[in-house]
C-alpha cells in the first residue's frame, strides 16, 4: 500500500513567490496533519484536520500561511508571500482516529524540502 | 501542558553495544507514548507505542521502551546496536483523551554507531 505522498520533494523559490506543498494521505485515515520541521525549532504541528475539518490551527505561524483539505484525499499547505524564514522541510502525516479512543499513531510522508532564497 | 525531554541530543554506541536513549514526559496523567525514527532525507517512522496496556513495549528492529510512572519515563533501548540504526530518533506524547489528536514531540537524539 502507499503511504503518505508529499509533492514536491524539493522546492526553491525565491522571496515574495507563493509555494503550494501537496499531501495525499493513506486511503482509509480521517486524521492529516502538517509539521515543520527546523535545526532551531524541531519539529512544529502547524494544523491538523479530522475529517476535512481544520481542528487545531494554533501552529501556524502567520497569515501567510494557509492550509486546505477539500476532500479525505488531498490537503495543501500554501505560503504567500515566501519568506527565507520559512525554509524547512514540511511532513504530512495521517492517522485513522476512531471514534470511541481517538486515534493513535500517525504515518509520515517523506517530506517537502523547501528553500526560499 | 504535557511535554517530553530527551536527554542527550547525540549519542553514540559502539556496533554490538546496548543503545538506551532517555525521555522523560511531564503530565499530569499518563499519556500514550511514541518512538519515531527518523533516517537521513526521509519522514519519521513509528518504532513503538505505548497505549496504556503492558508497560514493556516491543517496537520494530529489535527495539523496546519500558513506561515506568514512578520515573515519569520512557526510555528506548536495544541490546546490540546495529549499523543500520544510525538515524534521529524521537520521543512524542499525546494526552490521553478523546479530541485530542495532538503529539507533542522531543528534541530527537541523533544516534551514532560506530564500527
Known amino acids: 500500500d502507499a503511504g503518505v505522498i508529499q509533492s514536491p520533494r524539493h522546492e526553491v523559490t525565491e522571496m515574495g513567490q507563493e509555494v503550494t506543498l501537496r499531501c495525499k494521505p493513506i486511503?482509509?485515515?480521517?486524521?492529516l496533519f502538517w509539521y515543520r520541521q527546523t535545526m532551531m525549532r524541531g519539529l512544529e504541528l502547524l494544523i491538523y484536520?479530522?475529517?476535512?475539518?481544520?481542528?487545531?490551527d494554533s501552529g501556524m505561524p502567520e497569515d501567510r500561511f494557509s492550509a486546505k483539505m477539500p476532500n479525505a484525499s488531498f490537503s495543501t499547505l500554501k505560503i504567500q508571500p515566501s519568506e527565507p524564514r520559512d525554509s524547512a522541510v514540511y511532513f504530512c502525516?495521517?492517522?485513522?482516529?476512531?471514534?470511541?479512543?481517538?486515534?493513535?499513531?500517525?504515518?509520515f510522508g517523506p517530506g517537502t524540502r523547501l528553500t526560499v532564497t | 501542558a504535557q511535554s517530553v525531554t530527551q536527554l542527550g541530543s547525540h549519542v553514540s554506541v559502539s556496533e554490538g553495544a546496548l543503545v538506551l536513549l532517555r525521555c522523560n514526559y511531564s503530565s499530569s496523567v499518563p499519556p500514550y507514548l511514541f518512538w519515531y525514527v527518523q533516517y537521513p532525507n526521509q519522514g519519521l517512522q513509528l518504532l513503538l507505542k505505548?497505549?496504556?496496556?503492558?508497560?514493556l513495549v516491543k517496537g520494530i528492529n529489535g527495539f523496546e521502551a519500558e513506561f515506568k510512572k514512578s520515573e515519569t519515563s520512557f526510555h528506548l533501548t536495544k541490546p546490540s546496536a546495529h549499523m543500520s540504526d544510525a538515524a534521529e530518533y524521537f520521543c512524542a506524547v499525546k494526552k490521553l483523551n478523546f479530541g485530542n489528536e495532538k503529539l507533542t514531540f522531543g528534541t530527537g537524539t541523533r544516534l551514532t554507531i560506530i564500527p
Open positions: 484536520f479530522n475529517n476535512n475539518v481544520p481542528i487545531d
Open positions: 502525516a495521517s492517522s485513522f482516529r476512531l471514534a470511541e479512543e481517538g486515534s493513535y499513531e500517525q504515518y
Open positions: 486511503s482509509g485515515h480521517n486524521s
Open positions: 505505548y497505549t496504556s496496556a503492558a508497560t
